[in-house]
């Protein structure tokens, strides 16, 4: 039995577009996209690979289904892993153009 905010080791079982499924003991969840990390993530396979071992926290439960979700990003923030940094912003053409003319020569 696992309360809400638990930090449990679990297995990676599967991984599908928007998230990871993973079990632990007689439980299974799934760790949610966006709660993989505060960046975007566009690979999940950079975060894990099916059959590894991670460390994530119980953020609710399901005792009749014996479901969880968990979160990655919550557990330990100075081991997470950065997944990509996006610039956020733009930049007009007339500051662009002259970068791009120059590169291509």
Do not use: N
């Amino acid at each position: 039995m696992y309360d809400k905010g638990d930090i449990v080791d679990v297995t990676i079982t599967g991984i599908v577009p928007y998230g990871v499924f993973a079990k632990v003991g007689e439980y299974t969840g799934l760790i949610h996209i966006s709660e993989i990390s505060d960046k975007y993530v566009r690979d999940i396979t950079q975060f894990a690979m099916v059959g590894d071992m991670v460390k994530v926290v119980v953020i609710e439960i399901d005792e009749e289904t014996k479901q969880l979700k968990l979160s990655y990003k919550k557990c330990d923030k100075s081991k997470r892993i950065k997944i990509c940094d996006m610039k956020i912003g733009f930049r007009t053409l007339d500051d662009m153009l002259p970068k791009w003319i120059e590169a291509k020569l």
